[in-house]
């Protein structure tokens, strides 16, 4: 109970902010500036939260948040534009490498991304997508690869492993009914359109650091004007998992990288990156 | 004075584009307005603008949407089964309130119907199309110079209201040949600085541009801002046009191509003695309603006369509100009424509400 001398905090915003004096302390790490600073909505232990944050770490590091213009399409990340503190167009389900580049051909000296989901990207947009990578579209997609329909409370994605258990595959995914997992960066890397592939988790310090590297990569080769990059990312989703978030780091060691390999598929090539 | 040329109505309104600043066009082909997007593919690199075939009408709405949540000038333009494709972005433009420009050439269907002219997408223009609350401003030009003029005019007004404008044109003005000519255009200045996603600068707070509202409470109120903006159409954009109302006792009522023939079918009316004047909506959202309502109460009855199965006439029933009797006189399938199909329709009718 609060004694009356005590100032009670007027909103659970406040209560729960961190303190920092830094007249106090050393400040050995903060939350780059290119956030919004408020809660995010996203479950415990989703990689959603995570990556925002390593975007807008890049954004604050290479110094380029005015120059630089998000895409989020539905999916449970839609709400980015709540968290990163750039200009940012939502977009359609499926939609956002069309309006990545209505963005990026009228603005080609901006940086541009797109930040899609599974559903979003390999399902109802896998058209979008590939014709924008054929077009090798100066922009960056950012896959957040979880598996499922995180938004929409966890059904079956075209990345669903086989056998596994969704509310839309409740006996585990039926390879021979719905086919197998559709490999997106594997797949996307044939187009010539496309300079830079990769697939990468979050759910270690070493995966949240090669990501950070692929991310900086994404963002720099966009000043060659060369093509596409497309950053996949395994993401953690518990809650639409079933399982608690260490559980779910684990599942993505042992299940997920199975199906999805992680890695570079597509580098470019030395004499490109040269002026990067 | 600006000269006078000869040409096809879809290259007319490509022409108006350019001369219009339109920044960016994406489009798709399908007959009847492929000119378009061939028109532009020719001209607009060399003014330095954006061209682009896009791989769907769903893709080119969606380029639309970033290029004009950018800030820039934007068009589509397509027929009737790529206008239907559109719908969800067009419902998403509507709700984010990004202008822009879309054109449909309208072709008779459902389905994929007939490369050949039709009326039949009136409902789909005026009365929502796509998902939600929203309107367009919906333009319905009768000629190839109008199908140039409400280029200029559109993208004025979608700038003016921070909303999609659609010009509901058809095969035949689209695909014919009349004189057109170019007036010079005096550009409106519009700040888009406050909500165009250009980069943000240290100096002011973020832009984005959304059609999201999770909590009611905002969604209603952002339902409650267009409807405000809507009302504002509605009283100051209403636009059409009257020849012989004057001394009218027969009324057609008709837009766009239909229109044109109702003229014809006029003439021939009143060389016969019969005093018909034609009313042409120019807008049909918003509709002339108020106008129409007080020539109810000049004529005795008025005739609505469509490429279609009867749509507009619904609109002309709810302005006359009873007043007097309301007809409807159609052809579908991209079967063309000859102006004395219309007068002989007329007369019976004229016959018939005699005689009761
Ligand atoms: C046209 C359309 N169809 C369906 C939906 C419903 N919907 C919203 S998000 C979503 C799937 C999102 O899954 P994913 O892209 O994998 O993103 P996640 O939430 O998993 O991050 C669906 C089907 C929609 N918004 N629009
Ligand atoms: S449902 Fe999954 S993807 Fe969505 S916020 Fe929760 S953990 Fe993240
Ligand atoms: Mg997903």
Redesign the interface.
């Known amino acids: 109970m609060p004694t009356e001398e005590q100032v009670l905090p007027e909103t659970l915003q406040e209560l729960n902010k961190p303190e920092c004096h830094d007249e106090e302390y050393d400040m050995v790490y903060h939350k780059p500036h290119t956030m919004?600073d408020v809660h995010m909505h996203y479950c415990p232990g989703c990689a959603h939260s995570l990556v925002h944050k390593l975007i807008m770490e890049v954004v604050e590091e290479m110094d380029i948040?005015?120059?630089?213009?998000g895409?989020a399409p539905v999916g449970c990340s839609?709400?980015a534009?709540d968290y990163?503190?750039?200009?940012?167009?939502?977009?359609?389900h499926g939609?956002a490498c069309?309006?990545?580049?209505?963005?990026k051909?009228?603005?080609p000296e901006?940086y541009v991304f797109t930040y899609q989901g599974d559903g979003d990207l390999a399902a109802i947009g896998i058209?979008?997508t590939l014709?924008a990578i054929n077009r090798g579209e100066n922009i960056l997609i950012v896959f957040m690869n979880n598996a499922v329909y995180g938004m929409t409370s966890g059904q079956m994605a075209p990345t669903t492993l086989p056998g596994m258990h969704t509310t839309t595959s409740p006996d585990g995914r039926d390879v021979s009914y719905y086919g197998a997992p559709i490999k997106v960066s594997e797949l996307m890397a044939q187009l010539p359109g496309a300079i830079y592939v990769t697939r990468q988790a979050v759910n270690s310090a070493n995966g949240v650091r090669r990501t950070k590297k692929a991310l900086q990569n994404a963002f720099k080769y966009q000043q060659l004007k060369k093509g596409t990059c497309l950053v996949e990312i395994i993401g953690n989703c518990p809650s639409n998992w079933k399982m608690t978030p260490l559980e779910a780091s684990k599942f993505i060691d042992e299940e997920m990288v199975k199906t999805f390999p992680l890695g570079d598929i597509k580098v470019p090539k030395a004499a490109e990156t040269n002026n990067a | 004075m600006a000269e006078y040329k000869l040409m096809k109505g879809n290259e007319a309104l490509a022409e108006a584009a350019i001369q219009a600043g339109c920044?960016?066009y994406?489009g798709y082909p399908i007959t009847p307005q492929s000119e378009v997007l061939e028109y532009l593919a020719r001209e607009m690199p060399k003014y330095d603008r954006?061209v682009?075939q896009?791989?769907?009408e769903?893709?080119?709405i969606?380029?639309?949407?970033?290029?004009?949540?950018?800030g820039?000038r934007?068009m589509t333009t397509s027929s009737s089964p790529g206008i239907s494709l559109m719908q969800?972005?067009i419902s998403?433009m509507a709700g984010?309130e990004l202008p822009c420009l879309i054109v449909n050439v309208n072709r008779a269907g459902p389905g994929l119907g007939t490369i050949q002219p039709g009326q039949g997408d009136y409902f789909q223009s005026v009365k929502g199309g796509g998902h939600g609350d929203y309107k367009l401003i919906v333009l319905a030009p009768a000629s190839v110079q109008e199908m140039a003029d409400m280029v200029f005019l559109g993208f004025d007004l979608a700038d003016k209201y921070r909303n999609p404008v659609l010009m509901l044109s058809d095969g035949a003005i689209g695909q014919m040949m009349e004189k057109v000519q170019f007036k010079p255009y005096d550009r409106p200045v519009v700040d888009k600085s406050s909500w165009a996603?250009?980069?943000?600068?240290?100096t002011r707070k973020?832009?984005?541009?959304?059609?999201?509202f999770?909590q009611p409470e905002r969604m209603e109120e952002h339902n409650l801002k267009l409807e405000e903006k809507f009302k504002l159409i509605r009283e100051n954009e209403v636009r059409f046009e009257e020849i012989n109302t004057a001394d009218a006792e027969y009324l057609f009522v008709a837009y766009g191509l239909s229109a044109r023939i109702c003229q014809k079918a006029m003439d021939i009316a009143r060389e016969k003695g019969i005093r018909i004047g034609l009313f042409r909506p120019i807008t049909l959202y918003p509709y002339p309603y108020a106008r129409l309502n007080e020539l109810a109460s000049q004529v005795r009855m008025m005739l609505s006369v469509e490429l279609n199965s009867g749509q507009m006439v619904e609109d002309v029933r709810l302005a006359v509100n009873g007043k007097v009797p309301v007809e409807f006189y159609g052809k579908m399938g991209g079967m063309m009424p000859t102006p004395e199909d219309i007068v002989h329709h007329l007369e019976t009718l004229i016959q018939f509400h005699h005689a009761n």
Not at chain 1, 65 to 69: D, H, K, R, Y
Not at chain 1, 84 to 92: L, P, S, T
Not at chain 1, 98 to 103: C, E, K, Q
Not at chain 2, 197 to 202: E, H, I, N, Q, Y
Request: zero cysteines; hydrophobic letters at 45%; charged letters at 20%.
């Open positions: 919004v948040q005015e120059q630089t213009i895409v839609v709400f534009y990163m503190d750039i200009d940012m167009q939502e977009a359609a939609r069309a309006v990545a580049t209505g963005i051909r009228l603005m901006k058209g979008e014709h | 920044d960016a994406f954006i682009m896009a791989e769907s769903v893709a080119s969606n380029m639309v949407y970033g290029a004009a949540g950018a820039f934007t969800e972005g998403y984010a996603t250009t980069g943000k600068p240290k973020r832009n984005y541009i959304t059609s999201l999770i």
